[in-house]
């Protein structure tokens, strides 16, 4: 039960003695016009249209400046993923950029690694300093030893800089510890990934199916504007999560699965469609192969298989079936974002792929469509020299066979010395906190402390860049350039992201950053443009696109073309067979299951929990638990527990616990929220709490780190992507 | 006829994401620690049979505003639309109008007056919705004016099951919450 604000009445009572006291006490009012309201003046004297970098959703904004400072930032209108509309973050944005917290200057380190001790440098020193380690590296160990790790649209400078230098060592964790595994999973079945922002067109769906998501908490603007007009429609909603989510409290069934074993009950779903003959039969005899074998191999699924190891009723499990064939086509078993979980991911993002298949959601109406893209011609660069070696990503003599990307844990793990194919000695760290963003954050350590040079390029002082030799401190997302932004969606568009105010303190673009460093490097084939204007304005006009356009709109809109069968498209699937293979012969040639196979995941034991983490609507990643405006409204994480658990354990609501995993790895104390909202044998924690960087005055301390308790990963054979709820934690009371 | 501004808040599409809270803490440069938009959640049952509720939350712009009927200096009053403002300079910071408020959505602001909601009404002036209905993104906040019987307000409140803040104060709140 929230407090009231009746309740807060006595506490703010104290603090309120002294006050102004009006003149004219004695008189009914008068002075304030009573038909002219006054204006708080938040509107600035200047609005620039930008886009968002608060999460990687990259919402066009409207930046308003007051004073020189940005003041208020609002949604853009004319941005097809804003439309006017901003999530917390993006309102939080002024919460960056005036972090007082952030990095100031250039430093380079003077303790050891991790003991964020720095000296204040200039840039010609710490630039000088940067590139004279690179080259050495570069002619010591080759270009390969040195790899990127990398988040956020400001990193496409440093990966021009790294593809320069001659490595392709690009690693970010958005892949193999977030989406990767999705992404692989829909590829192998429609031919294409899902994408980000993701094709589903929930806006006009008739029955949405979260499996583990959690949209609204998870806030993708597009998406939750889009889920709220489809639930005000009357669209249904099924919701499987341990956790009674915010989506959950919206859903006509919540299905509060034991985690792990999602793959039985959509095994279990794909029986009920396929012996009721609910499913697509036309669609799928058109544009599908492997039907015949799909039915063999969950002729034996049934919800009463399913309920021995979901916990799900039989009943619930044919009724929700029903549910979402009786919408289809316009029915959408959401693909999810972060999918990285037990190891099989790949295969339960395929059997959700292969059940969208069944009811036919594919390039239709309410379920994906297709999506298209203004097309921008790359600026022309010469060919980048060329690469001899592989990415040491993978342990020797082991093949991930559908990794389509670098796996950023790899990476780490060859930066242990002598354990990968070859040797990692350097890294370049852009805007991506990887003591939170891996799992195994002591062998990040490890890594951390063998390299020979690490730079970091940051915003604000996260735990990783008290690791850096060097300290570059970038300009925010409000104060530079950036590269144009143009996703495939279902509106076409090219976006710009421009300075809205000068740099603060000494900080520099990235563009700027990278193009100085490929100075020093001899690398300035690579960067031939005078400004990040003049290169804009020529990948603009190579598109038909007016620079000048972008910078008074912040966008163009381009051409919408069919994205789906009701729009006239006529799909084309990028597969080996050129149709939707629900069997997959690519995964049977790699030795894999052409059929997703349940397999069971162990379960915690007595006294024990699973550790499931994800987010709250106001925070992305670590990175804005600093931030203070946001703050305001959420300013730290609790550890989520079933109440009679809580009394079991005689631990009571609101004190401080520590969670304590398999491994002796701790994290807390952290404040103790006993709920019937979650499973007996789960808990829960808001991803980005439990920081302990010094430089973080305002995050550290607070809460308790997820990330720090993720010290096992079931590593997905299909692509290698580190599933991470495979964590099993013990609570114990702090006494004060 | 004058307007009459209120507000509906449809519990339907609300995700409790508090964008309606640091959308009015930009718009009104609201001192930090304090805000007059808040979000209640509210869950009940057991394991596993739960409801949940959200709803954003504000001042009502009550019809009969108990807050003005008390305050003993003048300094709550009614403005356009039915819309009540404190004059900063009149108030001493007595309080009277918290306790007036059925509705808690009164703080004393750190110059020592009262402050709440305004409706934004110097947004609504001049033709824009408040900062917080604005920005929504889930559309779940609609302003308008119960007076105009085209309103997409006057439309939802006719057609949708709804409930207010504590009606039995008597305080007749124009915030409506859609269920």
Redesign the interface.
């Known amino acids: 039960m929230p407090l009231t604000r009746r309740q807060f009445l006595e506490v703010g009572a104290a603090a309120a003695g002294a006050g102004s006291v009006g003149s004219g006490l004695l008189d009914n009012w008068w002075g304030m016009d009573p038909s002219h309201a006054p204006d708080p003046e938040t509107d600035g004297e200047k609005v620039v249209p930008t886009f968002c970098e608060m999460c990687f959703w990259k919402c066009g904004v409207l930046a308003h400046v007051k004073d020189g400072r940005v003041n208020k930032i609002t949604g853009n209108p004319k941005h097809p993923l804003s439309g006017g509309k901003l999530c917390p973050r993006g309102i939080g944005g002024t919460g960056l950029v005036n972090d007082p917290d952030r990095l100031r200057r250039p430093l380079v380190r003077t303790g050891p690694r991790g003991s964020e001790q720095f000296s204040p440098v200039s840039w010609e020193t710490a630039l000088d300093e940067v590139a004279g380690r690179l080259l050495d590296l570069r002619d010591k160990h080759g270009p390969e030893s040195l790899a990127l790790f990398s988040h956020g649209y400001g990193a496409s400078w440093f990966k021009t800089l790294m593809h320069a230098y001659g490595t392709d060592n690009l690693a970010a964790p958005s892949y193999a510890q977030c989406r990767g595994s999705r992404e692989t999973g829909f590829s192998l079945t429609f031919g294409a990934p899902v994408g980000s922002p993701e094709t589903t067109d929930l806006r006009n769906s008739r029955c949405i199916v979260l499996v583990g998501s959690h949209l609204g908490e998870n806030m993708h603007n597009t998406q939750v504007q889009e889920f709220a007009d489809a639930l005000d429609a009357g669209a249904r909603l099924i919701v499987v999560d341990p956790r009674f989510s915010t989506a959950a409290g919206k859903a006509d069934h919540w299905l509060p699965i034991r985690p792990g074993t999602d793959l039985a009950l959509l095994l279990a779903w794909m029986h009920v469609i396929l012996s009721e003959r609910l499913y697509d039969a036309e669609y799928l005899a058109e544009h599908a192969v492997g039907l015949d074998e799909l039915k063999a191999w969950v002729a034996d699924k049934t919800p009463e298989w399913a309920f021995v190891h979901t916990g799900l009723e039989p009943d619930r499990i044919r009724t929700t079936a029903r549910m979402m064939a009786s919408a289809r086509p316009a029915s959408l078993i959401h693909p999810g974002r972060r999918t990285a979980w037990y190891g099989d991911d790949v295969q339960r993002t395929r059997a959700i792929a292969i059940l969208n298949a069944l009811l036919g959601s594919w390039a239709r109406h309410g379920g994906f469509y297709v999506p298209s893209s203004v097309a921008i011609p790359k600026f022309p660069l010469p060919a980048w020299p060329s690469h001899p070696a592989e990415p040491p990503d993978m342990p020797p003599g082991v093949v991930y066979p559908f990794a389509s990307k670098v796996l950023a844990h790899g990476i780490r793990d060859a930066s242990i010395p002598g354990t990968g194919p070859y040797d990692i000695k350097a890294w370049m760290v852009y805007g991506t906190n990887l003591i939170h963003a891996l799992p195994q954050p002591e062998r990040t350590r490890e890594a951390l402390e063998a390299l020979e040079f690490m730079v970091a390029i940051d915003v604000l002082p996260a735990e990783i860049v008290g690791f850096a030799d060097v300290v570059l401190p970038e300009a925010t997302y409000l104060e530079r350039y950036d590269d144009l932004h143009a996703p495939p969606f279902r509106q076409p568009f090219a976006a710009l992201r421009q300075p809205v105010v000068e740099p603060m303190y000494d900080s520099r673009p990235g563009w700027w950053i990278a193009k100085e460093l490929a100075r020093r490097m001899g690398l300035m084939d690579w960067f031939p443009w005078k400004d990040p204007e003049s290169y804009l304005a020529q990948r603009a006009e190579a598109a038909g696109l007016s620079l000048e356009v972008l910078k008074r709109d912040g966008v163009v809109l381009g051409e919408r073309e069919p994205g789906t069968t009701e729009e006239g498209l006529i799909p084309t699937f990028d597969t080996p067979s050129g149709k939707i293979e629900l069997f997959s012969q690519q995964l049977a040639d790699a030795g894999l299951a052409p059929l997703p196979p349940f397999t069971p995941h162990e379960q915690p034991g007595p006294g024990e929990f699973r550790l499931l983490f994800g987010r709250t609507p106001t925070h992305t990643f670590g990175r804005s638990t600093n931030n203070r405006v946001l703050s305001e409204v959420y300013d730290t994480n609790q550890l989520w527990m079933h109440a009679g658990r809580a009394r079991e354990l005689g631990l009571e609501a609101g004190q401080e616990v520590r969670i304590v995993n398999r491994d002796g790895a701790e994290a807390g104390p952290v404040l103790l929220k006993a709920t019937e909202r979650i499973r007996q044998d789960s808990v829960f924690l808001v991803h980005g709490y439990g920081h302990d960087a010094i430089g973080l005055t305002f995050a550290r301390g607070r809460g308790a780190s997820d990330a720090a308790l993720v010290t096992q990963t079931a590593i997905d054979p299909v692509m290698g992507g580190t599933g991470m709820n495979v964590n099993f934690v013990r609570i114990e009371g702090v006494t004060a | 006829m004058s307007a009459r501004y209120g507000m509906a808040m ?1 519990t ?8 309606c ?3 009015c ?5 609201i001192h ?2 304090h ?1 007059r938009v ?6 009940r ?4 049979n ?5 709803e954003s939350k504000r001042c009502g712009q009550c019809a009969t505003p108990t807050c003005v009927t008390v305050c003993p ?3 709550s ?4 639309g039915g ?1 009540v ?1 404190v ?7 007595c ?1 009277a109008c ?1 306790v007036g408020c059925p ?6 602001h ?4 009262a402050d709440k909601c ?1 409706f934004c ?2 947004r ?2 001049r033709g824009d919705d408040p900062a917080c209905v ?7 906040l609609i302003f308008g004016d119960l007076n105009d019987p085209e309103s997409e307000l006057v439309e939802l409140v006719e057609t949708r099951l709804w409930h207010v803040d504590e009606p039995d104060s008597g305080t007749h709140p124009n915030l409506f919450y859609l269920e």
């Open positions: 449809d339907r599409r609300c995700v409790g994401c508090k964008a809270v640091l959308a803490n930009a718009e009104n440069d930090p620690g805000s808040w979000v209640e959640e509210t869950v049952g057991r394991f596993p739960l409801t949940a509720n959200i200096t003048g300094a009053f009614v403005a356009e819309v403002l004059d900063p300079d009149k108030c001493t910071g309080k918290m509705n808690g959505a009164r703080y004393v750190p110059d020592g007056h305004t009404l110097h609504v002036q604005a920005n929504c993104p889930t559309g779940a």
